[in-house]
């Protein structure tokens, strides 16, 4: 009877140890796979880190990990041997450093952002030229009165969005080179927007980037300039009687000009990064000098008619002589 009470004891222990073990390798498994699950984590966060949401959620996947963690050492520190305790603290590592890297890129941040744009390389200016004329194929618009009695003594405004002359000849249109020649020039002079009888002198212009565009008022009314720019941050400043602002752009872009008081006061400036552009006048001609020979992509833009595009070859011995012709 007392040997076969000492065998069932040596069994039972046997099946105890066995259990220990059998739980003891499971805790380590359980650990390896959550260090792991840790590195992946770190790998994501580094690579992929669109916003602080997702980290503040990185963060508290770590501490509720942490604070797990520290259980389960607590645990095995009672039952376990004190090796078995190192390797789940070193097992950890991975995720705590990897919290650590992601607070440092978000102190420093990340090198992620676009690089700024190389600046344009200047070239000599040549001796060719482009011109020619911008033609409108159709009868010339009625005029349109759109405005006006804002002032004592002011005329009516009349609509300047598509203005036709003599022989179809279209005013208001700018020409330019595509991608043109950030060609060598000499310091530019400011140019003038003006606000007179409560429209905007020239109707339509152009710049280049940097340039100072002088906005000034001879009205003895309030306006109130709201600059739109198709990218840079938008503007909006009140003027009255001899008032000035300079504004200027540091892209090349188009940008609208209007009035919030007098809804019919627009005007366009076409902004360039290169000299190579003109306007056209009430005889719809435009000239480009100045150019290097070679071939280019010439534009024309209108504000209703919007771009055609041609390609011209300018050589030194004779000017290119081109024409654009719109039709309704």
């Given at each position: 009877?007392?040997?076969?009470?000492?065998?069932?004891?040596?069994?039972?222990?046997?099946?105890?140890?066995?259990?220990?073990?059998?739980?003891?390798?499971?805790?380590?498994?359980?650990?390896?796979?959550?260090?792991?699950?840790?590195?992946?984590?770190?790998?994501?966060?580094?690579?992929?880190?669109?916003?602080?949401?997702?980290?503040?959620?990185?963060?508290?996947?770590n501490i509720l990990f942490v604070s797990s963690l520290r259980l389960r050492v607590s645990a095995v520190q009672k039952s376990s041997r004190q090796n078995t305790k190192l390797r789940d603290v070193s097992r950890a590592t991975p995720s705590l450093a990897c919290l650590l890297l992601i607070a440092l890129l978000l102190m420093t941040g990340c090198d992620q952002s676009a690089s700024a744009p190389a600046v344009r390389p200047t070239v000599p200016a040549g001796t060719c030229v482009v011109r020619g004329v911008v033609r409108f194929a159709g009868p010339a618009p009625v005029a349109k009165i759109i405005g006006g009695d804002c002032c004592p003594g002011s005329a009516p405004v009349v609509d300047e969005a598509l203005v036709v002359g003599n022989?179809?000849?279209?005013?208001?249109?700018?020409?330019?080179?595509?991608?043109?020649?950030?060609?060598?020039?000499?310091?530019?002079?400011?140019?003038?927007?003006?606000?007179?009888?409560?429209?905007?002198?020239?109707?339509?212009?152009?710049?280049?980037?940097?340039?100072?565009?002088?906005?000034?008022?001879?009205?003895?009314?309030?306006?109130?300039?709201?600059v739109e720019p198709e990218n840079s941050a938008q503007q909006n400043f009140s003027q009255t009687l001899d008032a000035t602002r300079s504004v200027h752009f540091d892209q090349p872009e188009l940008v609208r000009f209007k009035c919030d008081v007098h809804p019919w006061m627009t005007a366009y400036v076409q902004v360039f990064d290169h000299p190579c552009f003109a306007v056209t006048g009430d005889d719809g001609r435009f000239e480009i000098g100045n150019l290097p020979a070679g071939t280019y992509t010439l534009v024309a833009w209108q504000e209703k008619l919007l771009t055609q595009e041609m390609s011209v070859t300018v050589t030194a011995d004779k000017p290119a002589e081109v024409k654009f012709e719109y039709r309704p």
């Open positions: 009877m007392r040997k076969a009470l000492a065998r069932g004891r040596r069994a039972q222990k046997t099946l105890n140890r066995r259990d220990a073990e059998t739980r003891r390798r499971q805790g380590e498994e359980i650990n390896i796979h959550e260090g792991h699950e840790g590195h992946e984590e770190c790998k994501k966060a580094l690579c992929y880190l669109p916003s602080f949401v997702l980290f503040v959620t990185f963060v508290d996947k022989g179809g000849a279209l005013k208001n249109v700018v020409v330019y080179i595509k991608s043109g020649p950030n060609i060598a020039m000499p310091a530019v002079k400011d140019k003038v927007l003006a606000q007179k009888n409560c429209r905007y002198e020239p109707h339509v212009l152009a710049i280049l980037t940097g340039q100072n565009l002088v906005v000034t008022s001879h009205d003895a009314t309030l306006h109130n300039v709201h």
